[in-house]
């Protein structure tokens, strides 16, 4: 699935009683300006996370995300909420309802040929949707890499497959 360019290093969790942080960076072989438009625009986010609508991109401003995948029951996630930080081709922080809590990008100046992408989620509930976030963002920066080398997620196509296999690997991990 992923750019043989990019590897996806595994993410990391601290946790606090019932808040969950967690932690991945990414480097990536793109421009500023390309990685920004993915993980901040209504046109990118659907490529390989979330249909985004209404983004208003802004402190302040409205964000809902639709998951364009099902969970294995068949339900798509929906979380609404807020754009917490806003610093173009820098920072974007969305903080939405229910499950996913803060999700914050992160980008660096460049180094070398890539951009390094700092992600962090912070939310609440148990050790299982630790490692169920965990696996689930592993896989969409897989749907990521893929997008910005040109191959949009194909979202008819998605099986939880892959992500019960990152889940494993995970728990497998602690």
Not at 17 to 33: A, E, M, N, S, Y
Not at 78 to 87: E, L, Y
Not at 95 to 122: A, S
Request: aromatic share 10%; glycine share 8%; proline share 7%.
């Amino acid at each position: 699935m992923t750019d043989a360019t990019t590897t996806i290093e595994p993410g990391t969790s601290e946790t606090h009683g019932d808040l969950h942080v967690l932690r991945f960076t990414l480097r990536l072989p793109h421009p500023v300006p390309r990685v920004w438009a993915a993980v901040a625009s209504s046109e990118g986010l659907p490529e390989w996370l979330a249909a985004a609508d209404p983004f208003e991109p802004r402190v302040g401003g409205a964000v809902t995300l639709r998951r364009l995948n099902t969970a294995p029951d068949g339900q798509a996630t929906v979380a609404s909420g807020t754009v917490t930080a806003w610093d173009v081709e820098r920072i974007a922080e969305y903080t939405v309802d229910g499950l996913h809590g803060r999700m914050r990008f992160h980008l660096e100046p460049p180094r070398g040929d890539h951009v390094l992408l700092r992600f962090t989620n912070e939310f609440r509930g148990d050790d299982a949707l630790r490692l169920d976030c965990l696996a689930g963002w592993h896989d969409h920066f897989g749907y990521l890499v893929d997008a910005l080398a040109g191959r949009p997620a194909d979202w008819t196509k998605w099986t939880p497959v892959r992500w019960a296999q990152l889940r494993e690997e995970y728990a497998a991990r602690g």
